[in-house]
T-cell receptor, first 117, second 108 residues
Framework: AAGVIQSPRHLIKEKRETATLKCYPI?????VYWYQQGPGQDPQFLIS???????DKGSIPDRFSAQQFSDYHSELNMSSLELGDSALYFC????????????????FGPGTRLTVL | GQNIDQPTEMTATEGAIVQINCTYQ??????LFWYQQHAGEAPTFLSY????GLEEKGRFSSFLSRSKGYSYLLLKELQMKDSASYLC?????????FGQGTELSVKP
């Protein structure tokens, strides 16, 4: 079965550079989530999109932006990179959960490991 | 807001049974997820409980008590490959709020 695809898998950048992470959700999934996981930390929610519109926003720095395109893939753009941005960035996708319905499982991609030097 | 608490680490022996607890305090409740995460890899779904009781799935079972704000993940017949971090998570408006994870080490 098709899974969530993320690219690149590894990325090394210098401080103050920019980075773009890409996510291709499972076909027919309409919701995409971005999480950041620092070393030894649990995943922290950054932002999500439903049907190409931003649906929720978490602890995402103003230096980061994201969007979902017409083919449902999503990109996370990160500017003015800082050492503290070094982390694993996961994208997850799911079918949207409606009010009164149980929540649908989020399927996680393999992650992009970003290292900022 | 959400507050999720689970032990930081546990150690168990191959072939044994281990129970990983998770307590939560949430504003509204929409179920609880358990995920397994090996180091450097993506979290993978184990279970989702929305009603009280025990749900069994092979060697893994998950229990929920909504009145107590409590869940546990039970792993039977432990194998070395079960060494991983186990994360409980609650959905909030669709996104997942994770606990800090329990690092399980399975020893021979």
């Amino acid at each position: 079965a098709a899974g969530v695809i993320q690219s690149p898998r590894h990325l090394i950048k210098e401080k103050r550079e920019t980075a773009t992470l890409k996510c291709y959700p499972i076909p027919r999934h309409d919701t995409v989530y971005w999480y950041q996981q620092g070393p030894g930390q649990d995943p922290q929610f950054l932002i999500s999109f439903y049907e190409k519109m931003q649906s929720d926003k978490g602890s995402i720095p103003d230096r980061f932006s994201a969007q979902q395109f017409s083919d449902y893939h999503s990109e996370l753009n990160m500017s003015s990179l800082e050492l503290g941005d070094s982390a694993l960035y996961f994208c997850a996708s799911s079918l949207a959960s409606g009010r009164g319905r149980s929540y649908n499982e989020q399927f996680f991609g393999p992650g992009t490991r970003l290292t900022v030097l | 807001g959400q507050n999720i608490d689970q032990p930081t680490e546990m150690t168990a022996t191959e072939g044994a049974i281990v129970q990983i607890n998770c307590t939560y305090q949430t504003s509204g409740f929409n179920g609880l997820f358990w995920y397994q995460q090996h180091a450097g890899e993506a979290p993978t779904f184990l279970s989702y409980n929305v009603l009280d009781g025990l749900e069994e799935k092979g060697r893994f079972s998950s229990f929920l008590s909504r009145s107590k704000g409590y869940s546990y993940l039970l792993l039977k017949e432990l194998q070395m490959k079960d060494s991983a971090s186990y994360l409980c998570a609650v959905p909030q408006g669709g996104k997942l709020i994770f606990g800090q994870g329990t690092e399980l080490s399975v020893k021979p």
